[in-house]
């Protein structure tokens, strides 16, 4: 059953009935009709709903310049994301953790892009074809990974968790490499670093209100590192 906006709109004062009346995008065309009606009923003038259309203007430039938080103008990103408001740990943490994963996720991406232009402009470098396809499917994998997390998805969930466990697995078998043959590794930190990274989300990941919100059960978790660890182990043997 519709809603009898004339009964909802008869006794609100000028100013409301002249927001609903100057606002189609937000309201139905069916309210912003009997609000101009009810107006006209109460012989409101041309100038008087000009007037008060400029104080709603001046009202709403000023929330718009007082607003308490920086984050407060990106409401309608937060939107495509939602995150459940019931659950203030998960709010703050989880909110935090996306920012510091995201640029995690930059700095991956830089360096992936850095490569791959490296060997289209390289004349001498087509044996690397393998390892610039591989770094394509990473970045692949981590974006589509990113993407579901940010949609709070189970299988964003899972995404992640074997992406760090088999990346993980790697670094590690390559650094027991490079140990094993003596060879001195100029730049540790580019090891070390991510090493380090991915084991913090792995802990953030596998806390109790994640597990929850992104609705982990059991199976669902026994599953995930049971594929991790293989695919970590497959790549330890190829590597």
């Known amino acids: 059953m519709e809603p009898d906006f004339y009964d909802l709109y008869k006794d609100l004062p000028i100013p409301e009935l002249v927001k609903v009346a100057r606002s189609p995008w937000d309201y139905l065309p069916e309210a912003v009709t009997i609000a101009q009606q009810i107006l006209r009923e109460r012989g409101v003038s041309a100038e008087e709903i000009g007037a008060e259309e400029w ?48 640029l995690y996720y930059m ?27 591989q770094e394509v499917c990473f970045q692949f ?29 790697i670094k590690l078998s390559l650094c027991y490499h490079l140990y094993r043959h003596h060879v001195y590794v100029r730049h540790l930190e580019n090891y070390i670093l991510p090493l380090l990274a991915n ?14 919100l992104f609705r982990i059960d059991r199976t669902v978790r ?17 590597l």
């Open 222 to 238: 026994d599953r995930t590192l049971i594929i991790a660890l293989g695919l970590g182990a497959v790549g330890m043997v190829f």
């Open 141 to 169: 994998y981590f974006t589509v990974a990113l993407f579901w997390v940010m949609k709070q998805k189970t299988i964003g969930w899972s995404l992640l968790c074997i992406q760090v466990i088999a990346l993980n697995c």
């Open 107 to 133: 700095y991956h991406l830089y360096q992936g892009v850095r490569f791959v232009v490296f060997y289209d402009r390289c004349l001498d470098c087509r044996e690397m074809r393998p390892a610039v396809f």
């Open 55 to 102: 104080k709603l203007a001046q009202k709403e430039m000023l929330d718009a310049a007082t607003k308490k938080r920086f984050s407060d103008h990106f409401d309608w990103f937060w939107e495509l994301f939602p995150i459940d408001r019931s659950k203030e740990p998960v709010e703050k943490w989880y909110g935090l953790f996306l920012l510091l994963y995201g």
């Open 199 to 212: 084991t913090a989300i792995l802990v953030f990941l596998f806390r109790p209100y994640i597990l929850d």
